[in-house]
């Protein structure tokens, strides 16, 4: 399977614990995104990288959100300090600068729950 | 400031009826991209077309159609002769012309019942 993977797919965790996110983009792809996505809500923008470069990242919920792309291909997203309003599907996306016009490639989502 | 509007919450028609899913947008730019997605059940996005702001053509791909008027700020989505795997949310994006940074309606539930 080459399309965008994460992992895991599904995290419970209780109130105030840390919890980190790994997204594996399409292997050729130099851009990577994160997206929140709440009940009945559109995909909401977090942050975004090209190559290892987080370009975007004014968006981030609060300071207890950060992402890292290392070495420009999987990334991570970490939430500290979880509150129940964290609870969400957490998308990420691919796409490649100079490609089919700014397409992107969602994963399949981990859906974060906090009791 | 950047903005989707998908007016329709919700949709339900009846197999083989034709259903146009409204979508409107806010900008200040002058070039951007504008997409729709599909979200099945099964929750993945899907990618179904993207059109940039400098071209007004319209497009038809199978049984979906797209209406894109910049006068008005829409990109209007029609699909003819509704199938019941069309039932899923649907999504309208914005995008600079960067690639920078989405914008997401909030989306359009649509029920085709057989």
């Known amino acids: 399977d080459t399309g965008v993977s994460q992992d895991p797919r599904h995290k419970i965790t209780k109130r105030g614990q840390n919890v980190t996110f790994r997204c594996d983009p399409i292997?050729?792809?130099?851009?990577l995104y994160w997206y929140r996505q709440t009940l009945g809500q559109g995909p909401e923008f977090l942050t975004y990288?090209?190559?290892?470069?987080?370009?975007?990242k004014s968006r981030l919920l609060s300071d207890r959100f950060s992402a890292e792309r290392p070495k420009g291909s999987f990334s991570t997203l970490e939430i500290q300090r979880t509150e129940q309003g964290d609870s969400a599907m957490y998308l990420c996306?691919?796409?490649?600068?100079?490609?089919?016009?700014?397409?992107?490639?969602f994963g399949p989502g981990t859906r974060l729950t906090v009791l | 400031a950047q903005k989707v509007t998908q007016a329709q919450t919700e949709i339900s028609v009846v197999e083989k009826e034709d259903v146009t899913l409204d979508c409107v947008y806010e900008t200040r730019d002058t070039t951007y991209y504008l997409f729709w997605y599909k979200q099945p059940p099964s929750g993945e996005l899907v990618f179904l077309i993207r059109?940039?702001?400098?071209?007004?053509q319209n497009e038809i791909s199978g049984r979906y159609s797209w209406n894109f008027q910049k006068s008005t700020s829409s990109f209007n989505f029609t699909i003819t002769a509704s199938q019941v795997v069309d039932s899923a949310v649907y999504f309208c994006a914005l995008s600079e012309f960067t690639g920078n940074q989405f914008y997401f309606g909030t989306g359009t539930s649509l029920t085709v019942i057989p």
């Open positions: 059109r940039n702001s400098f071209d007004e």
């Open positions: 996306a691919s796409g490649q600068v100079g490609g089919v016009n700014n397409e992107q490639f």
């Open positions: 990288f090209q190559n290892e470069a987080q370009l975007e």
């Open positions: 292997s050729e792809h130099n851009r």
